[in-house]
Every structure is written in C-alpha cells, then in structure tokens.
C-alpha cells in the first residue's frame, strides 16, 4: 500500500477518535449506531451475504508471505510477515469502519456512498469530503495497478504450463509480460462498456460479489491443501523446521464451517444468489477442463510409451529409423498377422542380412 493512503487512514483514526471524545464540535456516535436497539437489524443472513465484499478490500494480501517464502530467511520473515499483515488489517480496516459505523447511519445510503467522507464531516472537518475522496481514488488506483501485476503474472504462468494461449508468452524489451498484460486490461475495458450498458452499479456489485464469492473459494481450497499438506509433513521426519499454524486442525475446521456459512447466507439473500451460482458454474467449468486436460495428457502419454512390436501388431504402419534393433531401412506395413506381410531386411545383427538373405518375418523379429 502507498504511503500516503496509509498515512490518511491514521489520520482518520486519530481524528474519530478525538471526535468521539467532543473534539471539533463533535456531537458523538449516532443514535441509529445499533440499528433501532437491533445488533443485526437486517438479519445474520445479511452480514453473510456481505462478507464476500469485505474480503476482497484485504483479498491477496497473503500473497506478501509467498514472496516472504522466497526471500534469504524465510521462517523469520514469514513469521513477521503474518502477524504484521494481522496487525495492519485491525488497525487499518477493521478500527477505520468501527470509527465509520459510530458516525454515519447505516441506513443513509446517500451518506454510505462515501462513508469515509461522509464520517469525517459528521466529525466537524471542514473541506475533509474533498480531500478523503482524492486519498480514496489514490488508494484504488493503486489496488488497480496491483490486480494487473498480479493478474498479468498468473496469466503468463498459466501459459507456461500450457494452461492459456501460448501467444500471450510474448515479453517485451524490459522482460515484462506486455501480451497478458493486455489482455487483463482489455477485461477491465470490457467492464466499464457493461457498466454503461446496465443500469447504474449493477455491474459494479455483480462483479464484486462474484470476486469477493471466488476469494472465498480459493481461501477455502488452501485452508483444504493446508490441512492435508500439513498432516503428510508432520509424517515426515526427515522434514526441516517450518513455520507452524497454531490450533491446528482445530482452526482449519472452524475457518470451513465459516466458509460454508458464507455461502449458504449467499444462497437465501436474492441480491447475492446469482453471483453465487455463477461462482458455482465457473468452478465446474474449471474442473471440467482440467478433467478434460488431465486425460488427454495421459492418453497422449500413453500412446508415446507404445512399443514398436504393439504398433506392428495394431496394423500400423511403423518406420523407426532410429531403432537400435533394425536396420534403418527396414519397413513394416500393414498388420503383422496379414500372411503377405514381410520384412524388406533382417536384425542388423543378423550375418545373413549381410549376405542378402531373406529376412524372418516381423512375428520372429519381435519374440
């Protein structure tokens, strides 16, 4: 995160919490703070059905502990990696809404459409609507550039597995991904010309939601790869130290329960249903493929590890130049089993085959 998106969070903070003290005029929180006497004035179903969205304002920050993994020491620096990653998702997200909540309604959506803005003048700070919105467009600019790095480079591994189009392979002077490049941003246009085409933020929170189901997806399928990995190196004895997870398993099978619930409060909120059977739908589009994938390498493995004596006996036509075995001119075609079919030489380490003999036939080659 730049610096100065983080220096207008702490900012932020210090100034609610002098506010909630009577500082700058402040009046305090606002009566609606527990939504009419109610905790949840929407329903449990409602705080489900929004995580989704909460997560992706923090979703990949785990990816600063992969590059964690690949530095000098890595234990140390994964260690203080994680707990710094805690520490700033406390501090900068969740005391910043807490401040957020205390002073605008949560039922003003005018108010919630900028809700930092809107806090800071509930506050007394004058001119503090301007001045958030240019630090918020800050902050998104560059959560965008991030989602195209990111987004570029998984592309491009994708295509050195064979998973995407070779032709996005292509680098550019600077040895940056220019193709995949492009064509993650060429989403983000395609985007912005639905959103034109729809009605206002229809696009905006289908997309969101579908990010935020799809964060919460591949969350659970490491916390799955973690709960297995783990077990399998704690059998190995031979294993270096490592960093361990604390509660293990107790804490993997409390974060699936809390995953599965998210879903669930997806799939009986109407407004979060659709992305949520869409998250589903591409999720058995991506199985399948990789189902589909998995086996065509297999039967092309397969096919590449027949012997020379099964292609003769399945009637193909077989002319191995290279063989060890036979001459380089010998030609075999057609089924070995056909009466008519005879070797135009003999094994190279055959006398005869020297002398201009016969050839045995293919079936005698082979025993």
Not at 76 to 86: P, S
Not at 184 to 194: P, Q
Not at 207 to 229: E, F, K, P, Q, T
Not at 302 to 320: H, Q
Request: proline share 7%.
């Amino acid at each position: 995160m730049p610096i100065r998106p983080v220096i207008a969070v702490i900012l932020f903070i210090l100034v609610g919490i002098a506010a909630l003290v009577g500082g700058f005029g402040s009046t305090g929180p606002n009566a609606s703070v527990l939504g009419g006497g109610k905790v949840f004035p929407a329903g449990f179903g409602a705080v489900l059905a929004t995580i989704p969205i909460v997560i992706v304002a923090f979703y990949g920050s785990e990816v600063a502990t992969i590059a964690a993994a690949e530095s000098s020491e890595p234990q140390e620096n994964v260690k203080r990696v994680t707990n710094t990653i805690v520490i700033r998702i406390v501090l900068f997200y969740l005391l910043s809404l807490l401040l957020v909540v205390l002073f605008v309604p949560w039922n003003n959506a005018e108010a919630m459409a900028s809700p930092f803005a809107s806090a800071l003048s509930a506050m007394g700070i004058p001119g503090a609507k301007t001045a958030m919105n240019i630090v918020v467009l800050t902050a998104l600019m560059s959560c965008l550039n991030a989602g195209i790095y990111a987004s570029s480079r998984m592309a491009f591994a994708l295509a050195k597995r064979g998973d995407a189009p070779k032709q996005i392979l292509k680098l550019s002077k600077r040895g940056a991904p220019i193709r995949a490049v492009a064509l993650v941003t060429s989403g983000g246009y395609f985007a912005v010309i639905m959103d034109a085409i729809f009605p206002h933020k229809t696009v905006f929170f289908f997309l969101i939601n579908s990010a935020g189901a799809v964060a919460v997806l591949v969350y659970l399928v490491i916390v799955l790869s973690h709960l297995r990995m783990r077990r399998e190196l704690d059998k190995d004895e031979t294993a270096v130290d490592r960093v361990r997870m604390p509660g293990f398993p107790v804490i993997n099978y409390l974060t699936v329960g809390v995953m599965l619930a998210i879903f669930f409060g997806m799939g009986i909120k109407p407004e979060t249903r659709p992305q949520l059977l869409f998250t589903i739908g591409t999720l058995g589009v991506v199985l399948s493929i990789y189902g589909i994938r998995k086996l065509v390498r297999r039967r092309k493995a397969r096919s590449d590890d027949l012997p020379v004596a099964s292609e003769v006996e399945l009637g193909w036509s077989a002319t191995k130049l290279t063989d060890p075995v036979v001459a380089p001119e010998t030609i075999y075609a057609g089924p070995a089993s056909t009466a008519s079919a005879v070797s135009q030489s003999a094994p190279v380490d055959a006398p005869a085959s020297l002398g201009g003999a016969t050839a045995p036939p293919p079936t005698e080659v082979f025993k």
